[in-house]
Nanobody, 122 residues
Framework: VQLQASGGGLVQAGDSLRLSCEAS????????MGWFRQAPGKEREFVGY????????YYADSVKGRFTISRDNAKNTVYLQMNSLKPEDTAVYYC????????????????WGQGTLVTVSS
């Protein structure tokens, strides 16, 4: 499956942004999905997860209450709605398909998109 994240850009602190992750090659509805991010000079970290039927979602503590993951299986797309953005949210955001193991670890995901850059200015 090929994943393409989009929707990143330059915003100010407090603004909102919605990222999209569109899949091609396979039906995304068969996959549980995750979002990760990597800030400059830092390791990639977990942001959130959504089950293939949207029944289960998990979020990193740093984004809980501000970010929301959703999906539209008919459009083969997963979304990351980001509200109340902070400068520390600046990173390249990646979507990935979950394979097995803990949802919080990169090694649990197998297919990755190329990422989209989000820059939050203060």
């Amino acid at each position: 499956v090929q994943l393409q994240a989009s929707g990143g850009g330059l915003v100010q602190a407090g603004d909102s942004l919605r990222l999209s992750c569109e899949a091609s090659g396979r039906t995304l509805s068969n996959y549980n999905m995750g979002w990760f991010r990597q800030a400059p000079g830092k390791e990639r970290e977990f942001v959130g997860y959504i089950g293939f039927r949207s029944r289960n979602t998990y979020y990193a503590d740093s984004v809980k209450g501000r970010f929301t993951i959703s999906r539209d299986n008919a459009k083969n797309t997963v979304y990351l709605q980001m509200n109340s953005l902070k400068p520390e949210d600046t990173a390249v955001y990646y979507c990935a398909t979950y394979n097995s193991g803990s949802v919080y670890y990169m090694r649990s995901y197998n297919y990755w998109g190329q990422g989209t850059l989000v820059t939050v200015s203060s």
